[in-house]
């Protein structure tokens, strides 16, 4: 079946940097869109990258310029780096294959922007 495991989050300090992975399993990973998504503390769901193999990558304007999503197909992985991090970057961080709303995603990696 469809397996999505985060990596990678953690606790860091405003202005520092992480790098978060997404090991995908029991689908064709080079057929499928990826994003990355997350949701803060008491707020919904948000989409922050999309990774479309005919379209490029694309951004939410709150982490476009400091957020790099790539993917692996090889290796069926995703990755976010981020970098200057905020306090409002603190969330549940997951990635999820198809409809960034309704897709398969996995159990999150929490990252945690504080001093």
């Known amino acids: 079946q469809v397996q999505l495991v985060e990596s990678g989050g953690g606790l860091v300090q405003p202005g520092g940097s992480l790098r978060l992975s997404c090991a995908g399993s029991?689908?064709?990973?080079?057929?499928?869109?990826m994003h990355w998504v997350r949701q803060a503390p008491g707020k919904g769901l948000e989409w922050v990258s999309t990774?479309?193999?005919?379209?490029?990558?694309t951004y939410a304007d709150s982490v476009k310029g400091r957020f790099t999503a790539s993917r692996e197909d090889g290796v069926k992985r995703v990755y976010l780096q981020m970098a200057s991090l905020k306090p409002d970057d603190t969330a549940v961080y997951y990635c999820v294959k198809g409809d960034w709303k309704t897709g398969d995603r996995g159990q999150g990696t929490l990252v945690t922007v504080s001093s």
């Open positions: 990774m479309n193999r005919s379209f490029g990558t």
């Open positions: 029991g689908f064709t990973f080079s057929l499928y869109t």
